[in-house]
């Protein structure tokens, strides 16, 4: 075996000699990187950030923000009736029947505009979330409007139709509210 000399002359067996020498007395430290990694599991996780929520709610408050006054003429006795192309006659029957049972119901008595039309979204959002396939909305007939018909009928009646999700929905069967409410078949997210 071939000696190499060090920068001091040294060889370099004589260097791992008095290296391991040195060594002999040395004690290992105790396993301190078990603690620290307990200390660091337990601290308490923080609060995850909703941002799909937080999206949903911005996007809600833009669409209320962007009420056009260009709404139907509806009396409190007219029908709503909406069924997007390629959904099959006899699910709208069913529907206007009232066959489909209501997993959820909004009443929007006593809301503003942009009051409902956010309670709306919202109530959407969370039907679909929990993926509930028919809902009714109760809009109310206007009886208390005074000389100028309905206020919120013909907005609710604008809004389902421009949301995507909605699939289909027309006034509701009397002992459900007749022409003061509707009901609403909703997409499914699966």
Not at 29 to 43: F, G, M, W
Not at 80 to 107: H, M, N, P, V, W
Not at 115 to 139: G, P
Request: net charge positive; aromatic share 4%.
């Amino acid at each position: 075996m071939s000696q190499h000399k060090g920068p001091k002359g040294d060889s370099e067996i004589e260097n791992i000699e008095s290296f391991a020498d040195l060594l002999d007395n040395v004690k290992p430290l105790h396993n301190d990187h078990q603690n620290r990694a307990d200390i660091h599991t337990r601290k308490p996780k923080p609060t995850p950030t909703p941002n799909e929520t937080i999206k949903d709610e911005q996007r809600v408050l833009k669409e209320s923000l962007e009420v056009s006054l260009e709404v139907e003429d509806l009396q409190p006795g007219d029908s709503l009736s909406f069924c997007r192309a390629g959904i099959q006659k006899t699910i709208f029957k069913k529907l206007k029947k009232g066959q489909y049972s209501t997993g959820a119901e909004l009443d929007l008595h006593g809301h503003t505009r942009p009051e409902a039309q956010i309670a709306l979204a919202k109530f959407i959002q969370q039907s679909r979330e929990n993926n509930i396939r028919c809902v009714k909305i109760i809009h109310g007939k206007g009886y208390r409007s005074n000389n100028e018909g309905p206020k919120l009928k013909p907005m609710v009646n604008k809004w389902l139709q421009q949301r995507n999700e909605i699939l289909a929905f027309c006034s509701a069967r009397p002992i459900d509210g007749g022409t003061g409410a509707v009901y609403v078949l909703l997409k499914t997210l699966r």
